[in-house]
């Protein structure tokens, strides 16, 4: 029988974790046409209000559902801003292993957001969860990506030569995609002994 993860939310000193829902389309869409964005994932351009509803109603759901992932939308605690995305994606409950990645709104970014979200999401999934293992992939020259990698107490494990596919602009304006390596992270839960503090967190199951 196939495992699924819970509908969650998980707070921080700073941030709400939780299920994205149709009201977050276009704070979504804008945040996923950003340069960055489109650089350094495979998200399709242009990203539209109709596909950001599309990807949260369908794609977001269809994942948890069939226990392969799970999406939560990462939120200012005061505002209730969506300050970016984390995504748990190839999920193995067999092994208790998943991919972990996150995305951040350019406006947010420099503020710890991402570590902290992610350093939760992990410390969630090692304690409520009982996974052994988290993988990060950070393309070759994504130095922000692998930066919050080891910031939350990642062992970069080795590259994956030509096995990522980036984005960069050509001279026209247009975007083209060129190829790259991957990086490894693992983190497993005695790594997050020696992971910066992400100012505790709580998880609330069966969320509304």
């Not at 949260?56 to 759901?61: L, S």
């Not at 960069?168 to 005695?190: F, H, K, N, Q």
Request: with cysteine; aromatic share 8%; proline share 4%.
């Amino acid at each position: 029988m196939t495992s699924t993860f819970p509908n969650i939310s998980i707070s921080t000193e700073r941030l709400v974790l939780r299920p994205l829902d149709e009201d977050d389309v276009p704070a979504l869409a804008d945040m996923m046409n950003d340069e960055q964005v489109v650089a350094w994932t495979d998200v399709p351009q242009p990203f539209t209000e109709d596909g950001a509803r599309t990807w949260i109603t369908g794609h977001a759901r269809t994942e948890r559902g069939s226990g392969r992932g799970l999406a939560l939308a990462v939120t200012e605690f005061l505002t209730q801003r969506l300050v970016g995305l984390i995504q748990l994606t190839a999920t193995d409950w067999h092994i208790r292993a998943t991919q972990l990645s996150y995305v951040v709104a350019p406006w947010a970014r420099g503020e710890g957001y991402a570590s902290e979200a992610a350093l939760a999401t992990a410390g969630w999934l090692f304690g409520d969860q009982k996974f052994e293992r988290v993988e990060l992939r950070t393309a070759a020259d994504n130095t922000a990506s692998q930066q919050v990698a080891q910031k939350i107490g990642c062992i970069s494990e080795g590259v994956l030569r030509n096995a990522c596919i980036a984005r960069t602009r050509t001279p026209d304006g247009a975007w083209t995609e060129v190829r790259t390596d991957y990086i490894v992270w693992s983190l497993l839960p005695e790594d997050l002994e020696g992971a910066a503090d992400p100012g505790g967190f709580t998880s609330y199951s069966d969320w509304n």
